[in-house]
Nanobody, 115 residues
């Protein structure tokens, strides 16, 4: 079955960096687009970044120039490098894949940006 396991969240000061990882299994990773979403308290979950199977990348306007999504196909892992973090980046971050028309989510990893 499809499994997504995120890691790498934590507490960081404004201006700091974190690197999130998502280990995937249960499907052919190299042929699938992968996404990162986030959800802050009281807000809807929204897409942060997407990487296609061909390596093209797309970002939400709020993170462009600060976040970088990448993938390592041999390890079935997608990454989210987050630099110049701001307090408004505080949220639970989720890895996402769509398979056969169904959304699959990881358990999420908390990112808190605070001094």
């Amino acid at each position: 079955q499809v499994q997504l396991v995120e890691s790498g969240g934590g507490l960081v000061q404004p201006g700091g960096s974190l690197r999130l990882s998502c280990a995937a299994s249960g499907f052919t990773f190299s042929t699938t687009d992968m996404m990162w979403y986030r959800q802050a308290p009281g807000k809807e979950r929204g897409q942060v970044a997407r990487i296609t199977r061909g390596g093209s990348t797309y970002y939400a306007e709020s993170v462009k120039g600060r976040f970088t999504i990448s993938r390592e196909n041999p390890k079935s892992t997608v990454f989210l490098q987050m630099d110049s973090l701001k307090p408004e980046d505080t949220a639970v971050y989720y890895c996402n894949v769509i398979m056969y028309g169904r959304n699959y989510w990881g358990q999420g990893t908390q990112v808190t940006v605070s001094s």
